[in-house]
C-alpha cells in the first residue's frame, strides 16, 4: 500500500501492533477514521487495468478496513471525559455507520443520532 504522507507512524503501527499502538486521543482517533475513509473512497473509484491490479488494491482495501476496525477497538476502549469526546466517538460510530448496510432510519441508530444532537445543543449551552 502506497502509505501518503497525512498517516502518522502510530497509524502505520497499529497495522501490525493493533489497537495497542494508537493513542488514547479520541480527537486524533476520529481524525484516522476520516482519513482511513478518504483512502477507501479514493481506491473504490480506482479502475484497475490487470487483475493483479484488482488484487493489489483488494489487499490495500482489506487492510484499510482492518485499520478502521482496529481504530475504532481502540476508541471503544478509551473513555471520554469531556463532551468533546463523547462527540468524537459518536462520530467514529457515524463513520463506521456510513460504510455499513444499515437503515439510519432505524430507532436504534435515530437514538443514537440524537444523543449526538443533545450532546452538541449541551456544548453550545455550555459555552455561553
Not at 489497537?19 to 479520541?26: F, I, Q, V, Y
Not at 478502521?68 to 469531556?82: D, I, K, L, N, Q
Not at 437503515?103 to 436504534?108: E, G, I, Q, S
Amino acid at each position: 500500500m502506497c502509505i501518503d504522507a497525512k498517516l502518522d507512524v502510530q497509524l502505520v503501527r497499529a497495522i501490525r501492533g493493533g489497537a495497542a499502538a494508537l493513542p488514547r486521543d479520541l480527537d486524533r482517533l476520529h481524525a484516522y477514521m476520516g482519513l482511513i475513509g478518504c483512502l477507501l473512497e479514493e481506491k473504490a473509484n480506482e479502475i484497475e487495468p490487470s487483475w493483479e491490479a484488482a488484487c493489489t488494491a483488494a489487499k490495500e482495501i482489506e487492510t484499510l478496513l482492518l485499520l478502521e476496525s482496529t481504530v475504532a477497538e481502540r476508541a471503544v476502549g478509551t473513555g471520554a471525559h469531556t463532551l468533546r469526546a463523547v462527540r468524537s466517538k459518536l462520530a467514529i460510530w457515524n463513520a463506521l455507520s456510513d460504510g455499513a448496510e444499515e437503515d439510519l432510519d432505524a430507532p436504534r441508530n435515530r437514538l443514537i443520532l440524537s444523543i449526538g444532537d443533545d450532546l452538541q445543543r449541551l456544548a453550545l449551552e455550555a459555552a455561553l
